[in-house]
Antibody, heavy 122, light 108 residues
Framework: DVQLLESGGGLVQPGGSLRLSCATSGITFSSYAMTWVRQAPGKGLQWVSS????????YYADSVKGRFTISRDTSTSTVYLEMNTLRADDTALYYC???????????????WGQGALVTVSS | SYVLTQPPSVSEAPGKTARITCGGT??????VHWYQQKPGQAPVLVMSYDNDRPSGIPERFTGSNSGNTATLTISRVEAGDEADYYC???????????FGTGTKVSVL
């Protein structure tokens, strides 16, 4: 059974930092790209970042570029999202998702976690 | 940046056909995926690569993509189909993912 479990969410002040983790199981982690998608309260889905299966290639939405860093650890089958200089408009539920295709992102997202809530407020 | 536009809402009576559109410049040249999201739940993939239905998704769900519009069609709509639906593509020109604005499907 495929499982994706996000953790690390919480309340942080503007300008602060947070690191989200997404622990996976039931997949050959090293074969698949992974993606983070967020959803602000009452709003739609927004693509945030993706990382290739090898970890060599990373991709970011313009709104987070230079502030967020995606990475992955094959030894623990975990993908991370390091978030710095957080702003109020980063407040959202952050989902981790597995790419359906092998290697590079840009395919369908066939498995999703339940999300980690990030609240940026003073 | 690439923009995908969906109607905010679609309503249909049970047993009828609901069509959800996703508009984008030359979207027919891209591979479109669709997700269903029910309240308080994570999104679920219901259609990939324009018209490929994942295992477990009813045959009532079909997809098409041509020109500037992709469409997710739900035939014989049921109360359990009530949800938000999002289209999704990868934009190779900007090297990033793009989601549509989302459509709330209501079954009357």
């Amino acid at each position: 059974d495929v499982q994706l479990l996000e953790s690390g969410g919480g309340l942080v002040q503007p300008g602060g930092s947070l690191r989200l983790s997404c622990a996976t199981s039931g997949i050959t982690f090293s074969s698949y790209a992974m993606t983070w998608v967020r959803q602000a309260p009452g709003k739609g889905l927004q693509w945030v970042s993706s990382i290739s299966a090898s970890g060599r290639d990373t991709y970011y939405a313009d709104s987070v570029k230079g502030r967020f860093t995606i990475s992955r650890d094959t030894s623990t089958s975990t993908v991370y999202l390091e978030m710095n200089t957080l702003r109020a408009d980063d407040t959202a539920l952050y989902y981790c998702a597995k790419e359906e295709g092998l290697g590079t992102p840009g395919t369908a997202l066939d498995y999703w976690g339940q999300g980690a809530l990030v609240t940026v407020s003073s | 940046s690439y923009v995908l536009t969906q109607p905010p809402s679609v309503s249909e009576a049970p047993g009828k056909t609901a069509r959800i559109t996703c508009g984008g410049t030359n979207i027919g040249s891209k591979r479109v995926h669709w997700y269903q999201q029910k309240p308080g739940q994570a999104p679920v993939l219901v259609m990939s690569y324009d018209n490929d239905r994942p295992s477990g998704i009813p045959e009532r769900f079909t997809g098409s993509n041509s020109g500037n519009t992709a469409t997710l069609t739900i035939s014989r709509v049921e109360a359990g189909d009530e949800a938000d639906y999002y289209c999704h593509v990868w934009d190779y020109s900007s090297d990033g993912g793009v989601f549509g604005t989302g459509t709330k499907v209501s079954v009357l």
